[in-house]
């Protein structure tokens, strides 16, 4: 089957660093996308690794290594409005469904 | 960039009644659309895909015939919930895809079914 594992609940204060893994298993692996959702919300897009190695966008990098089916995303200088979801999710295939990690519920703590 | 315009945002109905969730590209056409429903503090639940002027193909255990999906344009796709019961209840969202704009989503509808 097809299952991307990630932590059920980080917990940080602010201005720590975090980083929430993720473990996949897919057929067909095009790439790893992580999103961030507030409750109420709806996902927002905040990177993409479709090669090994690091992405970093502002505060928040990612990382792919697809030799171990595995990635992270790294929050730097935390802030409580990065008290969030974080879901890693997958295109693996050519009909570019995403299949979905069960996400990651982070909390900041002052 | 590229926005999702998703309505209502918001919605009560009673049951037995059915509701219509629209799902609009703003400023891009999306190729395919793909409808999720979420429960709280649970992940996206993909329901079904749809490409424009071709029928949704349904994840296994979503019955078609009360999630009615239309892809009648690049732009618009509907999702009507039918015969709506208190377990629909449940956070519907969007998402179209488009080769540039890779996956953008709608902000979502909270039905609640009394």
């Known amino acids: 089957g097809q299952s991307l594992e990630q932590p059920s609940e980080v917990t940080a204060v602010e201005g720590a660093i975090v980083q929430i893994n993720c473990t996949y298993q897919?057929?067909?692996?095009?790439?790893l996308s992580w999103y961030q959702q507030h409750d109420g919300g709806a996902p927002t897009f905040l990177s993409y690794?479709?090669l090994d190695g690091l992405e970093e966008t502002g505060r928040f990098s990612s990382f792919l290594s697809r030799s171990d089916s595995y990635g992270y995303l790294l929050l730097q200088e935390l802030q409580m409005k990065d008290s969030a979801s974080y879901f890693c999710?997958?295109?693996?295939?050519?009909?570019?469904?995403?299949?979905w990690g069960l996400g990651t519920s982070l909390a900041v703590n002052p | 960039g590229a926005v999702v315009s998703q309505h209502p945002s918001w919605v009560i109905c009673k049951s037995g009644t059915s509701v219509k969730i629209e799902c609009r590209s703003l400023?891009?056409?999306?190729?395919?659309m793909f409808w999720y429903r979420q429960f709280p503090k649970q992940s996206l639940m993909l329901m079904a895909t749809?490409?424009?002027?071709?029928?949704?193909?349904?994840e296994q255990g979503v019955e078609k015939d009360k999630f009615l999906i239309n892809h009648a344009s690049l732009t618009l796709s509907t999702l009507t919930v039918t015969s709506a019961h208190p377990e629909d209840s449940s956070f519907y969202i969007c998402?179209?895809?488009?080769?540039?704009?890779?996956?953008?989503f709608g902000s979502g509808t909270r039905l609640t079914v009394v």
């Open positions: 999710a997958s295109n693996a295939g050519n009909n570019r469904k995403l299949i």
């Open positions: 400023d891009f056409q999306a190729t395919t």
């Open positions: 897919t057929s067909g692996f095009y790439g």
């Open positions: 690794n479709a």
């Open positions: 998402s179209a895809s488009s080769e540039n704009y890779g996956y953008t």
């Open positions: 749809s490409n424009e002027g071709s029928k949704a193909t349904y």
